[in-house]
Every structure is written in C-alpha cells, then in structure tokens.
C-alpha cells in the first residue's frame, strides 16, 4: 500500500511562488517514478511534472522554465518548485507514484494524493 501526502498549497498573486511537498510511505521510493499533476476548475487530470527514479525530469510545456521537479530519497520526499505562477496554474496538484513515459504522453500510477489547492489570482 502508497500513502501519499501534499503540502504547500495556498493562494498566491500572478508572479509568485510556491513550494509544493510531497511524502510518501509504503513504497520503494527510490525506485519509482513520480510526478505531480494538476486538476484545473473543469478540466481532467493533466501531468505537470514527472521525475524518474534516477532524477531525470519531465515537464509540461506550459510549465517549462517556471516549475522545477525533484525528489529526495532519503527523505521520500518530491517537490515541486512553482515560480512566475500565472492564474492558469491554478486547481488542486496532486502528487502520483509511479507514472509512465510512452513517449507521447505518460500515463499515471494507481497511488494518489489527497490534492493541495493552489489558486493565482490575477
């Protein structure tokens, strides 16, 4: 059984901040993949951010040289660096173990998160 728990969450203006965490029990984490995925008002599920096991990142291009991805397997942590954040960053992150690179799109793992809110007001 994953556990998965999100934190950092919260309301920030256009041009901010936020730092998101997530920790996880149960797993092998360092040998998992992770990702954080974003739910906008309406919207599906889309990825955000995905690291490999190894550390070797992945982003979304609508996040690319704003959000930064990385993981701490000491600690079973994975974090989420969001900087410039714009009002369309905003909904509920969550955090997944274990997604999966096809090539054209990644397909995600069966352990999620409770979600975090994060909302960028204009």
């Known amino acids: 059984q994953v556990q998965l728990t999100e934190s950092g969450g919260g309301l920030v203006q256009a041009g901010g901040s936020l730092r998101l965490s997530c920790t996880a029990s149960g797993t092998a984490f360092k040998l998992t993949a992770m990702g954080w995925y974003l739910q906008a008002p309406g919207k599906q599920r889309e990825l955000v951010a995905a690291?490999?096991?190894?550390?070797?990142?992945n982003y979304a291009d609508s996040v690319k040289g704003r959000f930064t991805i990385s993981r701490d397997n000491a600690k079973n942590m994975v974090y989420l660096q969001m900087n410039s954040l714009k009002p369309e960053d905003t909904g509920v992150y969550y955090c997944n173990a274990g997604p999966t690179n096809y090539g054209s799109y990644w397909d995600s793992g069966n352990y999620w998160g409770q979600g975090t809110q994060v909302t960028v007001s204009s």
């Open positions: 690291i490999s096991r190894v550390g070797i990142p």
